[in-house]
């Protein structure tokens, strides 16, 4: 059995697509048909039910899906457990929400250059809906997202790390000066809120639900660093992650309103495709990746406390 055809099987199970696989692995298509079609006589059942021009795996496909992950990563591991980082090169596609984009930047990028020079790294910064549709379609190779704490079935969770989500008000909006806040005080102010699609915008409004309680958000963005903007110039709320607005709290520009009866955390995840195969490069972004994460997420969340 060879390792190229395992290495080829994983690459059509995360796309779905034998031409995509062939166009990504440097193959044709009947090279990339031959080697699924070799490895399929090998094990002797078949490994994807072939609808279209899609391809989905088969129960067997799924059987041996962990098993083919293993051994394409111990081969590659092998490969390069004689190389230093300086040399390790190609190129991995990262995705990350626009908030986590901007708190990260000069950390997690500028370090991961210097560990591993001649790797390339092409960026994705998007809504986590996006992020997590490129994610499944193949995509992307691993993605920092904001989601619920459960995984997808498409996707491993590597890591992730539960922060706080907050509501924050201009320090001159009569509700900061207040020692406590019921969210029935929020009807009828100004607020912003992140896209619908945004889970913990999600979770907020099903919170106010739960109690019919109803606001209607005069501005929706995509961009939480606006956002906070915004309530440090008017006299305007917004519910967004706390480490997105750590330092302007820190600078006295917005508050944190006291909200004792709500309380909502957001899972900050570091996720791969199910077929992804963990290279050193894609693990060394992913381990700087956490490292930074675990440093500045986990000192938000003391300080607030």
Same mark, same amino acid.
């Not at 795996?57 to 041996?64: F, N, S």
């Not at 199910?274 to 997420?297: C, D, H, W, Y």
């Given at each position: ?26 193959? $044709? ?43 394409? $990563? ?131 409004? $099903? ?15 995509? $961009? ?82």
């Amino acid at each position: 059995m060879e390792i190229r055809n395992l290495n080829t099987f994983l690459k059509v199970a995360s796309l779905q697509n034998f031409t995509q696989a062939s166009r990504e692995l440097g193959y $044709s298509q009947s090279n990339v048909s031959a080697q699924i079609k070799q490895l399929e006589q090998e094990v002797g059942v078949p490994l994807f039910d072939r609808i279209g021009r899609s391809v989905f795996l088969t129960p067997y496909g799924e059987k041996l899906l962990p098993y083919a992950h293993q051994i394409v $990563s111990t081969a590659l591991q092998m490969e390069n457990c004689f190389k230093c980082e300086e040399v390790l090169s190609g190129t991995i596609r990262v995705g990350m929400v626009e908030s986590l984009f901007e708190l990260l930047l000069e950390d997690v990028f500028l370090q991961y250059h210097r560990h591993f020079p001649r790797v390339h790294l092409e960026l994705i910064v998007d809504a986590t809906a996006t992020l997590k549709d490129r994610l499944q379609h193949g995509l992307l190779d691993t993605a920092c997202l904001i989601d619920d704490p459960l995984p997808s079935a498409g996707w491993t969770v590597w890591d992730a790390i539960e922060v706080p989500v907050v509501i924050i008000a201009n320090p001159n909006h009569p509700l900061s000066h207040q020692k406590f806040v019921r969210l029935e005080e929020l009807v009828g102010q100004d607020v912003i809120l992140m896209e619908d699609a945004a889970p913990y915008t999600v979770h907020f409004q $099903s919170a106010l639900a739960s109690r019919r309680i109803e606001i209607s958000p005069f501005l929706k963005l995509q $961009s939480a660093n606006t956002a906070c903007r915004l309530v440090e110039q008017e006299p305007f709320l917004s519910v967004l992650p706390f480490y997105t607005v750590y330092s302007s709290v820190q600078a006295g520009r917005v508050c944190v309103l006291p909200v004792p009866d709500w309380n909502q955390m957001q899972s900050v995840q570091l996720v791969l495709h199910r077929s992804k195969v963990m290279t050193p490069q894609i693990k060394g972004f992913l381990e700087e990746l956490k490292n930074v994460l675990a440093k500045k997420l986990s000192s938000d969340r003391t300080e607030k406390l």
